[in-house]
């Protein structure tokens, strides 16, 4: 079975960091392509920064140059650092792979940043 855990989230003054981590269990971790997603209050859920099993790296726009994702496939963890933090990355992060062509995602973690 499928398992995203993500860790990570708070509440930070703009301008601030944070990390987040996800771990995944059930899924050949090195195989897999991995990303994370925003869900802001009363919007869709939106990609943010996704990281392939090879290690290539894309990014929304509005994060490229503050935010950094990264995995760990020894740990089976992806990292999301967020540096430069605003008020408009506020959402719920949610780890997300697929296998088979079906979506995973975990419960996600909260970020809240105050201006």
């Known amino acids: 079975q499928v398992q995203l855990g993500e860790t990570g989230g708070g509440t930070v003054q703009a301008g601030e960091s944070l990390r987040l981590s996800c771990h995944a269990i059930g899924i050949n971790f090195r195989l897999h392509n991995m990303a994370w997603y925003r869900q802001a209050p009363g919007q869709e859920r939106v990609l943010v920064a996704a990281?392939?099993?090879?290690?290539?790296?894309t990014y929304t726009d509005s994060v490229k140059g503050r935010f950094t994702i990264s995995r760990d496939n020894v740990r089976r963890t992806v990292l999301l650092q967020m540096d430069e933090l605003k008020t408009e990355d506020t959402g719920v992060y949610y780890c997300?792979?697929?296998?088979?062509?079906?979506?995973?995602w975990g419960k996600g973690t909260l970020v809240t940043v105050a201006s």
């Open positions: 990281i392939s099993s090879q290690g290539t790296t």
């Open positions: 997300n792979t697929q296998r088979q062509g079906r979506d995973f």
